[in-house]
């Protein structure tokens, strides 16, 4: 996998999430109170008291058999508006889908990962359009026609509107992406060629920490850098003190497959400083250690596999054969792995001049497979939650602008979260987005973007200065500075309400490059990303319901 | 607003459809296959080629996929040669394959596109590779790519010279290039069953000779539209290069390859082995003679007398040929300024193309004698490394003959590829001697020669020990 999947840190996205919300919240409030103030004079704060009351009273009386009698009349309306004929295009799109399919003669382990990555995304990239349109358009719509006068005087609340309309629209999209999901499925099945059908698998990967040590044996936090564009790898110079170590917790019985065996797979590169020997690729050995006994077992030399990585079945019984070689045999779970369950798995590049590469990801212990319909679902699931998303979004916008508008708006958002997001993310000093950044240039001392905000990079054109130039001291720098401060505070408040749809993506990652998708580091954040924009988007949509003008076209 | 009904706006808006109709029908008349039929639109078309097929092969899901997206096209282009750099980055071969056969969907006659992803799998996503069998699936991908491109842009020279390029210096001259070559009759893939891989050398023949197909085809349709990547007289010398460069391959890896082929699975006594590796040599002493001597024909004849234009005196401009005679420049140039002129352009035409090297090599190395000088050359490094005596005979041999073809041709003094041979025949006599505990005796052949580059002997010693070691 060429991304490092960790753990989602759910107790500072979750103070994140309450920062934002109470920060948004108190900037609607306030704006409110003022707008109120202004229009109805001193009585404006009851007023203000009064509608707000009305609001809380509202989400405390909210009937679930409403909101489903809404929600049954939102999904006959998608039906009406023909938005099954998505199934249509699915059904052209998978007929001839083979025409655009690369040639058979790719590796089979490279058509899997083309075929589910087709499937995968020609499903988001049917179903997002379909219920952003619906969404966008309902409300609008609605006010439009006037409908909107029949439901809201009845008993019928605003606020269970807007949850009406969301978990109808949900409702439609999840139908519509069962079936498609499943039709995927069944198409991948019958259409990958038969070489491949192998590949098609769901690894679960025991994956361990990775540190270094550098040449002369000492420890390092990288490897070398070899001068690829994206330093995710780091690299080993080979027969020198030059390691990776891996270190896999939770090893035991249970790691092992029915026959008793480890198996390690890795994913390694090669990085030649001189041709060497054409003929093979370059060499490598594992060195089991148990740093509890001082135990090092060295592992037969292997060849690396690269593009396609190889699996070593390593039989739990080992035979020190290395350069310490007392003829001994070791068991690898009980006399490697230590007693808190930790195994340490040295990597090094035994061939003189040439480098290995590796990422965290790239050595891992694969434990029993599980059929590849397990991961291929979560990542339909990881869609579906990003269809809600979109959903939510699309109903809140849509209750206070019009559909067209609505439509770019919720568009906008999703685009800027794909292409613009990281940048703001450095700008604004994500701790997250700067470490991917430091993954990418590879500087481990990289923090905020250089250059200062806005005004002060205009500064810094004009006056032909660099970002490490000290622009002068004065009242002007510190006016620029201070005001620059204040854009980026906005900013970053922007940015936290876009939302971060890395997860959804990485999802589809997993299941095409043959591995499970990571519940604590992929579905759990899509379903809290997805939960956390949930309770705003109804508020916000409510809100505008309330204070806009129905008859207002 | 007007004093209009609504039926009498609808009338008037179909006058104005029907108006409006009439010159776009007259404009975009089909043709009806006949030359000058059809509206002005589609005779504009005719005569500038300008139609989808008249550029190449139409790709029905390609057209399809540009009229789905509307106007589009262009930002979806985008969008995907931006991703096929992330993919890059990112080193995701696969995603990157897919994303390049959607890219060239878009944008199927743009002749740019296709060189551009061409020479990315044939170039660098080959070399990103540890295998070399792998190096040489993604060689054979951007070949591929390269003769599709082909396929859907008939009229361009230059795709059709960087096919060449992938078939010649590529699999050639590349530092697995013994490999590679290999590989091109006999595929590592086992889906081939041991054979060439029929999309890419359906003829099975050596990527030289394929390569000078493809150069002469680049070359065919260069004399209908212009080449945009090099002077015209070095685009239009590559089909006899490769000629030339077939013939020096010949040498270097010909044996091996022809031992290897007649041997294939089969286990050889000694004696079996022996004569096998007398027969290679001989069967190959001709073919490479013969080689050189088409080569020589190539060079001199066919591409020697091509004629290209040259302004040699400020707004004149005279055809000439790299072959050109005293005679003729001096008939051609008429003043003597003229004649300076049009000496000099014809010189430094020659020095541009390496001219007059390569044709005393092609004439020096398609005599019998010189042919002769390297197989005993490689017959002695072959002897040399079983540590057989026959090694000093053919060592000597090799040595007699070069210091016959350096009185010949002397020019060769100064030539890199036959003084280093010429010195790595002394070397492996020296070897040979030095193991048999003799010195060299006063006179021997090439002595002024191995004295005058003394320079240059520990760097060949290194070569011919390395190549020595290495296995095939």
């Known amino acids: ?553 | 607003m007007n004093n209009l009904t609504s039926q009498q706006r609808k009338f008037v808006y179909l006058g104005a459809i029907l108006l409006l109709l009439i010159p776009i029908i007259w404009l975009g008349m089909p043709a009806d296959g006949t030359p000058d039929s059809g509206g002005t639109i589609s005779r504009l078309r005719q005569q500038l080629d300008l139609g989808e097929s008249d550029l190449g092969d139409l790709d029905p899901s390609g057209a399809a996929m540009n009229l789905a997206l509307l106007g589009l096209r262009g930002v979806a282009a985008n969008i995907l040669w931006m991703q096929a750099d992330e993919q890059k980055n990112y080193k995701d071969w696969a995603e990157l394959r897919v994303t390049t056969e959607s890219i060239i969907r878009l944008q199927p006659h743009y002749v740019k596109v296709w060189e551009y992803n061409g020479w990315n799998l044939a170039f660098n996503v080959s070399a990103e590779w540890d295998a070399v069998p792998d190096r040489y699936f993604w060689v054979k991908e951007g070949g591929k790519f390269l003769q599709r491109g082909v396929e859907r842009n008939r009229r361009s020279p230059d795709l059709k010279w960087h096919v060449g390029r992938v078939y010649g210096p590529k699999i050639g001259l590349s530092d697995e290039a013994r490999f590679f070559r290999r590989y091109f009759y006999q595929d590592p893939d086992p889906q081939y069953a041991k054979g060439p891989d029929p999309e890419f050398n359906n003829a099975g023949e050596d990527n030289y000779l394929a390569a000078k197909r493809w150069f002469q085809v680049a070359n065919d349709a260069e004399k209908e539209q212009r080449q945009s990547i090099m002077d015209r007289s070095i685009f239009r010398s590559y089909p006899a290069r490769s000629q030339l460069d077939y013939a020096a391959a010949l040498y270097k890896y010909g044996f091996r390859e022809e031992y290897d082929r007649e041997v294939g699975d089969r286990k050889l006594t000694d004696e079996e082995a022996k004569a096998l590796e007398i027969r290679v040599r001989e069967k190959l002493k001709e073919q490479t003679r013969q080689a050189w001597a088409l080569g020589l024909e190539d060079w001199t004849i066919r591409y020697g007398q091509e004629l290209f234009a040259v302004e040699y005196l400020p707004g004149i401009i005279v055809q000439m040929r790299l072959e050109m005679g005293e005679d003729e420049i001096r008939s051609l140039g008429k003043s003597p300024d003229g004649i300076a002129q049009l000496r000099r352009a014809v010189d430094q035409y020659q020095k541009m193309n390496n001219y007059r090297y390569w044709r005393t090599r092609a004439l020096c190395e398609s005599e019998p004698e010189t042919a002769e000088a390297h197989w005993a050359l490689f017959a002695a490094g072959e002897e040399y490394r079983k540590q057989s005596p026959a090694a000093r005979t053919f060592a000597e041999q090799s040595m007699a003959l070069f210091e016959k073809t350096l009185e010949k041709y002397p020019e060769l003094r100064d030539e890199d590829n036959f003084v280093e041979e010429a010195l790595t025949s002394v070397l492996v006599w020296s070897l040979y001697m030095r193991l048999e505990g003799e010195k060299p005796p006063e006179m021997y052949p090439l002595k002024s020669l191995w004295e005058e580059k003394q320079e240059r002997v520990p760097e060949i010693e290194r070569r011919f020990e390395r190549d020595s070691r290495a296995a095939y």
């Open chain 1, 1 to 553: 996998m060429n991304f490092d999947a960790v753990p989602f840190p759910v107790l500072y996205s979750f103070i994140l999430w309450a920062i934002v919300i109470g920060s948004a919240t108190s900037i609607v409030l306030v704006i409110s109170l003022m707008a109120t103030i202004v229009s109805v004079g001193v009585r404006g704060p009851l007023v203000f008291a009064n509608e707000l009351g009305a609001m809380v009273g509202d989400l405390i009386s909210l009937s679930p058999r409403r909101i489903f009698a809404l929600a049954q009349l939102t999904f006959r309306e998608a039906i009406r508006r023909k938005a099954l004929m998505v199934f249509v295009v699915f059904a052209i799109l998978f007929m001839f889908a083979g025409w655009f399919m690369s040639s058979s003669n790719l590796a089979p382990e490279f058509q899997v990962k083309i075929y589910v990555s087709f499937v995968l995304r020609a499903i988001s990239w049917l179903i997002l359009p379909v219920v952003l349109l619906l969404a966008c358009w309902g409300i609008p719509e609605d006010i439009r026609l006037r409908s909107m006068h029949t439901v809201v005087t009845k008993p019928a609340r605003r606020l269970e509107l807007v949850i009406g309309r969301m978990v109808g629209y949900s409702f439609v999209g999840l139908i519509v992406l069962a079936v498609m999901s499943v039709v995927g499925w069944g198409w991948i099945n019958r259409q990958l060629p038969v070489a491949a059908q192998s590949q098609l698998v769901c690894r679960q990967p025991i994956e361990g920490g990775l540190t270094f040590l550098d040449r002369e044996g000492n420890p390092s936090e990288k490897g070398i850098n070899v001068g690829d564009i994206r330093m995710f790898h780091s690299f080993i110079e080979g027969a020198t003190k030059a390691r990776a170590i891996w270190t896999f917790n939770g090893v035991g019985d249970q790691s092992l497959d029915r026959e008793g065996n480890l198996l390690l797979e890795n994913r390694f590169q090669a990085f030649r400083s001189h041709k060497g020997d054409m003929r093979r690729s370059i060499y490598f050995q594992y060195t089991f250690v148990n740093p509890e006994t001082n135990v090092r077992v060295p592992y037969p030399l292997k060849t690396i596999d690269e593009g396609r990585g190889r699996t070593d079945r390593i039989n739990r019984t080992l035979v020190n054969v290395g350069e310490s070689a007392d003829g001994k045999k070791y068991d690898i779970v009980n006399d490697l792995v230590t007693k808190s369950g930790q195994l340490t798995v040295e990597v090094a590049c035994v061939d003189p001049g040439q480098y290995l590469g590796m990422a965290r990801p790239d050595l891992f212990v694969r434990t029993a497979d599980l059929p590849f319909a397990y991961g291929y679902f979560k990542a339909v699931a990881c869609i579906g939650m990003m269809m809600l998303l979109v959903i939510f979004m699309g109903v809140s916008v849509s209750t206070f602008v019009k559909g067209p508008v609505a439509t770019f708006l919720v568009f906008s958002v999703v685009m800027v979260s794909y292409t613009a997001r990281d940048f703001m993310g450095k700008i604004v000093g994500d701790p997250f987005v700067l470490a991917k950044a430091r993954e990418w240039s590879g500087q481990l001392d990289m923090q905020k973007l250089e250059g200062g905000g806005v005004l002060e990079s205009i500064y810094r054109i004009l006056w032909h200065m660099n970002p490490t130039t000290d622009l002068p001291v004065g009242a002007s720098t510190t006016i620029m500075k201070w005001i620059d401060a204040g854009l980026v505070n906005f900013l970053w408040l922007v940015y936290r309400v876009i939302p971060n749809l890395d997860y959804f993506g990485q999802s589809m990652q997993y299941v095409a490059n043959g591995f499970d998708v990571r519940f604590d580091a992929c579905v759990l954040p899509c379903i809290l990303t997805t939960l956390a924009y949930f309770g705003p988007c109804v508020l916000l949509g409510y809100f505008a319901l309330r204070v806009r003008e129905l008859e207002a076209k």
